[in-house]
């Protein structure tokens, strides 16, 4: 199975940009549709993007569409997503996770599709 490991938190101004990674091992990222997704204290986990094995296809939670970008990298076997114009509220852990399922508009967003989780990295947006 595969195994995700997010790195690039850490802090960072309001208005800045900033750029997270998903690094799998264990199984080729090719084969598995990725998606993006955060959690603040106290809120509910937050579905944010999605991109299918290819890259060809992305798909974005309103509240960051315009202002995130998910990417892939499948010959160094990563996901990026990067995100712009940060605000304070999107200060969070942001997991990123994989599934081997094809690609489908309508549950892309679905945590509940996705079967293979990393541990979350920390962003805070300060103002």
């Known amino acids: 199975q595969v195994q995700l490991v997010e790195s690039g938190g850490g802090l960072v101004q309001a208005g800045g940009s900033h750029r997270l990674s998903c690094a799998a091992s264990g199984r080729t990222l090719s084969n598995y549709v990725v998606g993006w997704f955060r959690q603040a204290p106290g809120k509910e986990r937050e579905s944010l993007a999605a991109i299918s094995r290819s890259g060809d296809t992305t798909y974005y939670a309103d509240s960051v569409k315009g202002r995130f970008a998910i990417s892939r990298d499948n010959v160094k076997n990563t996901v990026y997503l990067q995100m712009n114009s940060l605000k304070p509220e999107d200060t969070a852990v942001y997991y990123c996770?994989?599934?081997?399922?094809?690609?489908?508009?309508?549950?892309?967003?679905?945590?509940?599709?996705?079967?293979?989780w990393g541990q979350g990295t920390q962003v805070t947006v300060s103002s």
């Open positions: 996770a994989a599934d081997r399922g094809y690609w489908n508009d309508r549950n892309s967003l679905s945590p509940l599709r996705y079967d293979y």
